[in-house]
């Protein structure tokens, strides 16, 4: 049975997910609407799920490291309104109405984002080029659909930790400034509250049927 590594957040349908991605990582906070948070695992069946359900929609979110939230936001101690497993997709469903995860390191594998296509993914996390060189800096990683849709928690774990992968090499972090990351003076949307994927296993099931059933292990 595979270890659970990490833990997903997905967005509701918007059409200023770049933007809010962009805030979320920079604030490091998310403030659900309703004062819950839902936490999916294993990202391959729920993207399979979401895309099936949603295909008009590209799934936009948050990924999270296990291990960081029980490490640094005492996971186990934030109450559970309920918890899930339909066979292959399990969630938890947590009261929180903010999730601080400033202490999260972006340059690891604490937290990073989740988009549809590879140009939404470089979309968030180009950082201009290096000075004298064709290298691209980044502030924060991030998987898309195209590479990782079929990744094990296992995979996505060694891309993020790689400290010389093409696209996030440890040699090009730099971390960007509030005025670089958005054109403007003011961070509009900042103190927004978010739309939230708010469906059981089950309920995301209902149109895709489930792609398989192994189990998973309920974080």
């Not at 399990?90 to 202490?103: A, G, P, Q, V």
């Not at 690891?108 to 989740?114: A, G, L, P, R």
Request: proline share 3%; glycine share 4%; hydrophobic share 35%.
């Amino acid at each position: 049975m595979d270890e659970v590594k990490y833990v997903f957040v997905v967005l509701g349908h918007a059409h200023t997910n770049v933007h809010d991605i962009k805030v979320i990582m920079h604030e490091k906070k998310i403030r659900p609407q309703k004062g819950k948070i839902c936490f999916y695992y294993p990202y391959s069946e729920l993207l399979f799920a979401y895309n099936t359900k949603f295909s008009q929609s590209g799934m936009w979110g948050i990924g999270f490291s296990l291990k960081a939230l029980e490490e640094k936001l005492h996971w186990n101690d934030i109450p559970t309104i309920d918890s899930q497993n339909d066979g292959v997709l399990t969630y938890r469903k947590k009261r929180i109405y903010e999730l601080d995860f400033t202490s999260f390191d972006e340059r690891e594998d604490e937290v990073f984002f989740v988009v549809p296509s590879i140009s939404d993914w470089e979309d968030v996390w180009f950082n201009e080029l290096k000075s004298d060189s064709n290298y691209k800096q980044w502030w924060c990683k991030g998987i898309h659909k195209v590479c990782f849709i079929k990744k094990t928690d296992d995979e996505i774990s060694t891309y993020l930790n790689a400290k010389n992968t093409d696209h996030f090499n440890s040699k090009n972090y730099k971390a960007k400034d509030k005025k670089d990351l958005f054109k403007s003076d003011s961070l509009i949307g900042e103190n927004d509250k978010y739309i939230l994927l708010d469906l059981t296993p089950e309920q995301l099931h209902e149109v895709a049927g489930p792609k398989s059933m192994k189990s998973q292990t309920l974080f």
